[in-house]
């Protein structure tokens, strides 16, 4: 006969004190209650918290937030968005900086205990393999901060945040953490100065939606409404510029740009140095079909052309018009880049169709790829495993998409050569990860 196991009732509401064990995927905690997983959000491992339950309604775990700390780890923090705080009640703290209690030191050794996590339970890659070796100071390095965020506590960097409005009162803001409540704020701590100058942050606007901020590096901040119902904003389309180092990028406003201000750099110096790695080995072919996946404005086929020389052949696939529009000009001194606009699933299938010589060229080629959070997901995975490349640099915003890619790809015969991760996200559980994989 199996065991019954029994699980005292959890009720939302209910206060329970929790010990935390540990981080889970997602920016919350992880603690047990008679014998059921409670993710906590709030907290930070080694802490010992009262936490009030917000979701009971599955047996085998909860959800709950911390409204007293009663044993602090001394990598707790005064949260840097005191609208966020754990003294304020749960459903009106601010959403979007929910590592904002924690130093940012130990913010990036939790993103990497979760990037390692992902990889051994979902990759099946150990990361920090060293016998006897503590899996923090292995760790430790892993998640590598964006320059000057040391400086300004990773405070100041967003030039692109969404606020909401409240469609009775007007009220403009973020949503609150865990739902789609608007909470009134009186600053963002996240975000440019720029935007902080714009942010209409005290106003009361009726008939809108939502509050696009933009802050480009080369142009003046400016506001994107959003008419509810509406998936256009006014301005979207109009076009600004952005800087990587001294290089020139168009973007529309409303269009794909990473968020932090030094993200764009930090990528593209890691996929250029990574193209330069496999180019030092003798693997990078510049006249074979290289592609840009999920290419956005062209930022990493030009990362790729940086290292690679201005005759190399690249093409960017990218589902949105504009942008590719706009990768067509900023790649405009590559002579054999091409902007393709098509879904990537889509632009693979064709490619799996061409000719011998097509398919050839594609097997001694490097494929970049930038998906959204979703990952690339096991059909394209799987398109680009019969396509075969010789190399694949993989930029991930989500560690277990990626791990499960990783997967895919080791079970194919490719090999995870290089990992490298960024905390492009400072104050929240985001990061970025560039993985890079060869065909054996
Ligand atoms: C994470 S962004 C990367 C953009 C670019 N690599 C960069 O670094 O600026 C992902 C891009 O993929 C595009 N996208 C999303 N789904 C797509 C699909 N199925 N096929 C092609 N492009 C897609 C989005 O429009 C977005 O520009």
Redesign the pocket.
Known sequence: MSETRTTAPLTIGDEIELEVTGIAHGGVCVARHDGRVVFVADAIPGERVLARVTEARKKSFARAAVVEVLDASPDRRPHVWTEAAVERTPEERAGGAEFGHIALERQRSLKAEVLAEAMKRFGGVELASEEGEDLADALADLVEPAPGDDETNGLGYRTRVRLHVDAETGAVGPYAARSRRVVPVASLPLASEGINQIAPLTDSIIDVATVDLIDPAADDPRMLLGLPGEKKRAGADDVVRELVEDRGFLVRAGG???VHREAPTV?FTAVRDAVQDLIDAERFDATASNLDL????G??AAAMAEAAGPTIRVTT????AG?TDDAAENLAELVGALAVTA???RHLADLLKATAPVRDRMRRGTVVL???RSGAGGDVTAQLIELSPANIVYVA?DPVALARDTRTLRDAGYELTGLRAFDIFPHTHHFETVAVFERG
């Open positions: 794909f740009w990473q990528l999920y290419g956005g404005v930022l990493l696939v990218e589902s949105d942008a879904r990537v699933d930038d998906p959204p915003c």
